[in-house]
Structures are given as structure tokens and as C-alpha cells.
């Protein structure tokens, strides 16, 4: 079993830049499909990045294409989302996730078995 603990968050003005992390222990993982979820007051848990390890597959939503971007370092066995050009509607609770079925890659957030505790995420206009 892995357990995930995300960082990097906090409050940023619109047009900045922030690079959350997800730091896994327990499991490699090389296993799993690493995603990228926000959640924010009164909506629904959205999909907004997730890769592969084992080719480097990476899906990102619409909405943050061009401006987020998702990585991982193997030696550390860490993944990163890094935001550029953040918005207001940006804000949002951003949580690590990690998928065992490693067949495609999945936005549902249904299922992603491991959860880190979230790390929020403040755009001011």
C-alpha cells in the first residue's frame, strides 16, 4: 500500500506559478498511474493531470492544458504538478492520487485507491 503527502501550496496572485509535490512511501510508484485531482467549496472532485510510469504516458484536462504540466522523479519517487499562468478559478484543494490498474489512464476519480490529504490552492484576482 502507498501513501501519498502532497506540498507546495498556498496563496499566489493570477498569473503566478506553483509547483505542488507528492511524496510516496510504502510502494515504488512505478505501479501506478499518479494523478492530480482539485476539489473546490460546493463542486465535485475534478480530474486535472495524471501520467504512467512505466512510459511516461501523461493525460491532462482541457482546462489546464497549456499551462500545467505533470512530472515524476523515479530516484525519488515523487511527482510533480507544476501551474503557470494560474487563474482565480485555479483555487481549489489539490490532492495526489495513485491508480494500481495501470491499463490507461483513467479521470474518474473513482478509481484512484490512495489519496493523499490535499494541499490548498489560493488564486487571487
Known amino acids: 500500500q502507498v501513501q501519498l503527502v502532497e506540498s507546495g501550496g498556498g496563496l499566489v496572485q493570477a498569473g503566478g506559478s506553483l509547483r505542488l509535490s507528492c511524496a510516496a512511501s510504502?510502494?515504488?510508484?512505478?505501479?501506478?498511474?499518479t494523478g492530480w485531482f482539485r476539489q473546490a467549496p460546493g463542486k465535485e472532485r475534478e480530474f486535472v493531470a495524471a501520467i504512467r510510469w512505466s512510459d511516461g504516458n501523461i493525460k491532462l484536462a482541457d482546462f489546464v492544458k497549456g499551462r500545467f504540466t505533470i512530472s515524476r522523479d523515479s530516484a525519488n519517487n515523487m511527482v510533480y504538478l507544476q501551474m503557470n499562468s494560474l487563474k482565480p478559478e485555479d483555487t481549489a484543494v489539490y490532492y495526489c492520487?495513485?491508480?494500481?490498474?495501470?491499463?490507461?489512464?483513467?479521470?474518474?476519480?473513482?478509481?484512484?485507491?490512495?489519496w493523499g490529504q490535499g494541499t490548498q490552492v489560493t488564486v487571487s484576482s
Open positions: 492520487a495513485a491508480n494500481p490498474d495501470t491499463r490507461a489512464i483513467v479521470t474518474s476519480y473513482k478509481f484512484y485507491n490512495y
Open positions: 510504502g510502494h515504488t510508484l512505478r505501479s501506478y498511474i
